[in-house]
C-alpha cells in the first residue's frame, strides 16, 4: 500500500504539488494522468524519493 497524506511540493518558489492525499493498494493498476505542467512527474519523483515533500508525509 501506498499513502501520501496531504504531501505539498515547492520548486523554486512555486507550489507545484498541494495538500495532495491518495491511498493505492499494492495489488491494483494505475495510471496518472494530466495536463502538461500539472505535476505528475514531480508526484512520481516525490514517491520515489527523489524529490523531498514542503509539507505531508
Partial sequence: ???LDNV??????????RNLSIELESAGTYAVVGHNGAGKTTLLRTIMGFVAPHAGT
Avoid at 505539498?8 to 504539488?17: N, P
Fill in 1 to 3: 500500500m501506498l499513502k
Fill in 8 to 17: 505539498s511540493v515547492r520548486i523554486a518558489g512555486t507550489s507545484v504539488l
